[in-house]
């Protein structure tokens, strides 16, 4: 009887890990394991919140793109 419940622990253990891999490899794409914006995405973004104005966005954007 004791061997059968170790046989049973193991394999909950190892679907346990299986699980926990799969689901820190899909949660990673969200989670610091993102791929970093490009300097024009974050340039985008800042003008699109409105925190630079139409000059400054077209000005560093010319930087970016030199």
């Known amino acids: 009887m004791g ?5 049973i622990f193991w ?11 799969r689901w820190a490899i899909k949660s990673g794409d969200s989670h610091g394991f993102k791929q970093a914006e490009s300097a024009l995405d974050v340039l985008k973004r800042r003008y699109a919140s409105g925190e630079i104005d139409r000059e400054q966005y077209l000005s560093m954007k010319q930087d970016v793109e030199n």
């Open 3 to 7: 061997g059968t419940f170790m046989i």
């Open 11 to 21: 394999i909950l253990v190892i679907v346990v890990i299986y699980f926990g891999i």
